[in-house]
């Protein structure tokens, strides 16, 4: 009897300029933990947020969107999505 089959370990999507700025967010604790914990909040806020933002502001989460896919083909040349 065979033993279970080995799958590949999953290659995590390359993040988009959105991802980067909400983790960004967060990671800067703009919304203290103590007023809010819940992610659907977290990132409805975070939106909101990403909407105001100045195109030039955009601008440069697209850059290192660009830069982190870069570096996703790089490190995982035969992913595909």
Known sequence: MAGPVESSPRIPRPPNAFML????????????QHVERRQQNLSRIAGECWHLLSETEKAK?????KE???NHRAKYPSYKF
Not at 21 to 32: H, N
Not at 61 to 65: D, F, L, Q, T
Request: aromatic content about 16%.
């Open 68 to 70: 982190a896919l870069e």
């Open 61 to 65: 989460w697209h850059a290192k969107a």
């Open 21 to 32: 700025f909400r983790s960004d967010f967060l990671a800067r604790k703009v919304i203290p």
